[in-house]
Each structure stands twice: as structure tokens, then as C-alpha cells.
């Protein structure tokens, strides 16, 4: 876009426009396609709005960058290219191989805030992390939220530093090897203080979604809208991918899919920048359409996420079948997940109660999936926020980060998992208004209510002490529980990069098998047999070889030259020596 920010601003519906700056209103003038125009230059700090149709109150920019009183006041000017950048040497780093870390900025660190999270990092670097994915830092109504109620898509919410904040903590990042995906948003909008609709037809009011009414896709200005969000995180924020929240939910009959605008821009920037940049899409849909080539057909986003893997994982550790549970109650569904990376890949859905997704083509590369077994919607999406620690053992807890990180696909881990953090991750929001802050709490509680959970013990997401409780305890590093659990993480990422089998990205070196009736599960990756017992008692597991112990989650585990013998809730890697003639 070459307009100038707060001088220039797309209102179609318009019958007047003034921009209102330092006291005083200049009228505007629009152009043919609805574009007003004010011939001003604002210094950067001053703080403007736009008077529509002669309304009494000004209100922000669609495109502010800064939003210092919230996003019921007024924008201020603020240029990215006035940040000292010191990542010049910085060549990016591609998805596959990588391993991801994904924090919420209000509840990482006590402060909350994108500077306080900096002091954090060495931890990351100290873990083996490659990609920080932060959840939305958009402007939202309120002190804190998830971030998916963001209303001005291109503002760093303020109480998180607001943008040049945003810049350090980014440049921070790459000054520790750390590539940035930063979460985005372009499905809804939050229900406080989206002005959108004022200034022009942003929103479809004939389809909707589960926020709301849906996102105009037949509207080229809104497309570009939302491609412009994606330059300016990209080019003017030097982030080196995005995370697209639930692509299911864009609703676009185009001939061009706005995803595929999008991974076209993006792959154009790249080969100008000179370093790779990442569009991970969220989609409920198991379609690899996605990820598929755009000369395959495909849309050519870069990876997408896997829910299948999460909740074969999450069955497997933790007996739940409740709910969409119910079709991974078997060992089954796990050696699928790990070796064609959907479940439901055409297959008959009982939550859905139809048949659901399609297969994916084993020529697609494993790590175009992006698996986890814990992340902030299946853990806060649950009733009281609970993570696998407030029932899981310490071996468990080993087996967890076993499949998640021997995984054939790009793993994914949620704040505070490498240790067993005790605190929950709660639902929680902060909205001023009473009446919308009443209705989201009573919502909640309601709704689990209905599936039989006692109303008292669902945590009230307006109340401040739920958002209190869902920040991370960093103390908890001092126990040797967590300590231990840290060691097994750790020990786990250098074995992925030691070890070529545990990144070989070709689904035909994969190979699993289970049994129920013994609750075992067993993935081979070329010479690397990744061995894990569920169940309450030892087990021994025949070997075709003789091999050596690459990693164990239990000193009780051994090998022999014909057998392995793995203690209850315990994991074993081992590798297939080689005899040199």
C-alpha cells in the first residue's frame, strides 16, 4: 500500500470523511474506488482518527500501527523504518528440521510484556528451539486475552510494549539464532471495538462463522487489506513466517483462493529478502490441498498444522475418549497419525458424523505437518485449563515429549511443557464492557455445564486471577522433577539433530506397530526404533538386531542382543548397530 498511513483511508460507505489531528479537522477528498485523502504529513507520535458522516467521535485507522490509549482511541503515527535493526547477518531459517516453541507474551513471563519475554530466551536457545510462535499481538479491547479478539490487525497491543517493543523483541530473537512465526488472525474480528464496518465492507454479513459474521473475501480491497497485514509483519517487522488461525473459516469462492495469493506474495518477498519465510496454516479440514504445490493444484502454503497427531497422542497418555477422543481410543490411530499423518483422511468422523479429510500424497514431505502433543487450544479449550501434568506421571510426561519430538513431522512445543509446568492454561478475557464481559462468562460456564462439569469449578475468564494463574512459574525450574523432565527435552532436540533418520522428511522410511492388549507402540525410522510402553507394567519387546540405547526415559530400561525390556510408563530409543565386514 503507498498511501500514507494516516493521511489516506478506504471508506467506500462514506458520504464525508475528516481526519481529525492536533486538535483541529481537515476534511477529506475521495477518490473513485473510495480511497479519502488529506494533503498533511503527521510527524510520528501524533495521534489522529477519522470522522465518518460528521459522527461526534473520532475513531481509529484500519491500518494504525500504534494505539496508545486501546482501540477505542485515537491511532498515532508510528514508522517502523526509524528501528536500528542489528539482524543484517541474519539468513533466516527454513521449517524443515526446525523445531518450534509457542508463548503467549501476557502469561510467558510475569511482566507480560515483549521485553520481559527477551530475558527469557537463552532458555529457548538453551532448549534447541529454531521458531518462537507467538500468539496474536494484535490491538484487542482489554488489559489481556488470548489475542484472538484483535480488532486492528496491524497494532501491537499496547500493554505488550506496543510495536517498537515488538521490533526489539524480534531482533532479539535473531540475534540468538531464534526465527519468529507470529500468529495472525483473518478469519473475525473481536467483538469491542472493530470499526471496520464503519468505513466500508469488511464484513459478510451473509455468512458467518463461530466469531461472527465472516471476513469479505469478494471484496478486493478487504484481500488486499489482509495481504498488506501480511507484508508489513514479514518486511517491516523482519518476522519469518506466520501462523494463520483457522483457514477453514475464510470463506473465499475466488478463482484465486486468497491463501494462494498469499503463499504467492509470500514466496515473491522471500526471493527478494534472500531468506526463507514460513505460512503455516490452522485448518480443521485434514485437506493437504494446502500444502500441495500450486502446479499440483495446491494453494503452496509452507506447512500446516495436524490435530489428528495431538489427539492420538492424547488418547494414548491419557485414556480419554470423550468427545472428538472417541475414534483414537486405539494404539491404531497413533501408528497411523505417525505414519501418514492424518486419521481422518477420508474416513468415517463420529464427532463430525460424516466422513472427513483426504489423504495425503506420500511425496509430500513430513515436515510440511506441524505436530504437538499440547498447545494453548487443547489445553485451554478444556474446562479448567489443565495441562497433562495435573494427571500424567513423570514417565508419561517423558513418553509425551518422546512422541512429540521423534515425531516424523515439524514438533511443536506449548510454554512451559519442557518442564511439567503445574500451572494451568486457562480461558481467560478482560473485557471493559460489563454486559459482553457477563455474557462471554456466563457462555463459558454454560457450555460445560452441558457436558456435566460442575459450574463452580469452571474458571470465570473475566475474573483477573484466572489470567493470574495461567502465567508461567519459572521457580518451578528449581525442583528435580522439572529439572529432569527439562534434561529429557533437551536430550531429545540434540538427538534430532545427531540422528539423520529423526528428521528424514520421507513418509516411505516410516514404519509403526502397537498392541492394545499389551499397550505398546513402536515407530521405525530407518536404523532408529523408537519403542514407548503406556501400560502399568514392564514389558519386553523382541529386537531383530543387535542395537545400542540412543535414549531412555527410565535408568530401569536394557537391551539385549535378541530383546528390549522397558519398564512401565517409560520410553526407549535405540539404534540397529552396524557390523563393518
Known amino acids: 500500500m503507498n498511501r500514507p498511513r494516516g493521511t489516506a483511508v478506504w471508506a467506500p460507505l462514506a458520504k464525508t ?13 475521495v477518490d473513485p474506488v473510495g480511497w479519502w485523502s488529506a ?29 496508545p490509549n486501546g482501540v477505542h482511541g485515537l491511532s498515532a503515527v508510528f514508522d517502523p523504518a526509524e528501528h536500528s535493526w542489528g539482524d543484517q547477518g541474519w539468513a533466516g531459517r527454513q521449517l524443515a528440521g526446525g523445531v518450534i516453541y509457542e508463548m503467549h507474551i501476557g502469561t510467558f513471563t510475569p511482566d507480560g510484556t ?40 496491524h497494532a501491537v497491543h499496547e500493554g505488550y510494549g506496543g510495536p517498537a517493543a515488538y521490533q526489539r523483541f524480534v531482533d532479539a530473537c535473531h540475534s540468538r539464532g531464534l526465527a519468529v ?105 485434514n485437506d493437504p490441498k494446502l500444502i500441495m504445490p500450486r502446479e499440483a493444484g495446491g494453494y503452496g502454503l509452507t506447512a500446516q498444522w495436524s490435530d489428528d497427531y495431538h ?34 483422511d477420508g474416513t468415517y468422523s463420529s464427532f463430525r458424523e460424516r466422513n472427513h479429510g483426504h489423504p495425503i500424497d ?66 481467560f478475557t478482560s473485557h471493559p464492557e460489563a454486559d459482553l464481559g457477563k455474557a462471554t462468562a456466563e457462555g463459558r460456564i454454560a457450555e460445560f455445564e452441558k457436558m456435566g ?18 502465567k508461567l512459574d519459572w521457580e518451578e525450574l528449581g525442583s528435580a522433577d522439572n529439572t529432569r523432565l527439562l534434561g529429557v527435552y533437551r536430550d531429545l532436540i540434540n538427538l534430532r539433530r545427531t540422528r539423520p533418520e529423526l528428521t528424514d522428511p520421507r513418509f ?17 525410522r530407518g536404523a532408529v526404533s523408537i519403542l514407548v510402553n503406556f501400560g502399568t507394567e514392564a514389558i519386553t519387546l523382541p529386537l531383530g538386531a543387535p542395537v545400542s540405547i540412543l535414549l531412555s526415559t527410565d535408568e530401569n530400561a536394557s537391551v539385549t542382543d535378541r530383546e528390549a525390556t522397558l519398564p512401565a510408563h517409560s520410553a526407549l530409543i535405540v539404534a540397529m548397530e552396524i557390523t563393518l565386514p
Open 39 to 67: 494533503d498533511v504529513t503527521l510527524p510520528v507520535g501524533a495521534e489522529y482518527g477519522y470522522l465518518i458522516d460528521n459522527e461526534e467521535n473520532p475513531v481509529p485507522d484500519p491500518r494504525s500501527l500504534r494505539q
Open 114 to 153: 515483549l521485553d520481559s519475554a527477551i530475558n527469557r530466551l537463552d532458555h529457548l536457545v538453551e532448549l534447541g528451539i529454531d521458531f518462537v510462535e507467538v500468539l496474536p499481538v494484535n490491538a484487542f479491547n482489554g488489559t489481556h486475552n488470548w489475542g484472538y479478539d484483535g480488532v486492528l490487525w
Open 508 to 524: 516411505a522410511h516410516l514404519a509403526a506397530t502397537y498392541s492394545d492388549e499389551r499397550n505398546w507402540y513402536r515407530l521405525e
Open 362 to 427: 506420500p511425496a509430500v514431505p513430513t515436515w510440511r505437518l506441524v505436530t504437538f502433543a499440547q498447545d494453548h487450544d487443547q489445553i485451554g479449550n478444556r474446562a479448567i485449563g489443565d495441562r497433562l501434568t495435573e494427571t500424567l506421571d513423570y514417565g508419561q510426561l517423558a513418553i509425551s515429549a518422546v512422541l512429540t519430538l521423534t515425531s516424523p513431522f515439524t514438533p511443536m512445543l506449548f510454554m512451559g511443557e519442557e518442564w511439567g509446568a503445574q500451572s494451568p492454561w486457562q480461558f
Open 17 to 29: 470523511v475528516s481526519l481529525r489531528t492536533g486538535g483541529r479537522d481537515i476534511p477529506m477528498v
Open 453 to 470: 462439569w460442575d459450574p463452580a469449578v469452571v474458571p470465570d475468564p473475566q475474573d483477573p486471577d484466572t489470567f493470574l494463574r495461567s
Open 181 to 285: 512465526i507470529q500468529d495472525v488472525v483473518y478469519n473475525h474480528l473481536g467483538p469491542s471495538g472493530n470499526y471496520l464496518p464503519n468505513f466500508g465492507p469488511y464484513l459478510h454479513d451473509a455468512s458467518a462463522n463461530t466469531w461472527g459474521s465472516s471476513v469479505n473475501l469478494d471484496e478486493p480491497a478487504v484481500r488486499r487489506f489482509i495481504l498488506d497485514n501480511v507484508d508489513l509483519w514479514l518486511r517491516d517487522y523482519h518476522v519469518d513466517g506466520l501462523r494463520l488461525d483457522a483457514v477453514h473459516a475464510l470463506v473465499d469462492d475466488s478463482d484465486k483462493h486468497l491463501l494462494q495469493e498469499m503463499a504467492e506474495e509470500t514466496d515473491a518477498l522471500s526471493a527478494h529478502l534472500g531468506r526463507p519465510l514460513t505460512l503455516i496454516a490452522e485448518s480443521d479440514l
Open 311 to 344: 489427539h492420538s497422542v492424547h488418547v494414548a497418555l491419557t485414556g480419554e475418549t470423550t468427545g472428538y477422543y472417541a475414534d483414537f481410543a486405539s494404539l491404531g490411530a497413533l501408528t497411523k497419525t505417525s505414519t501418514q499423518g492424518f486419521f481422518h
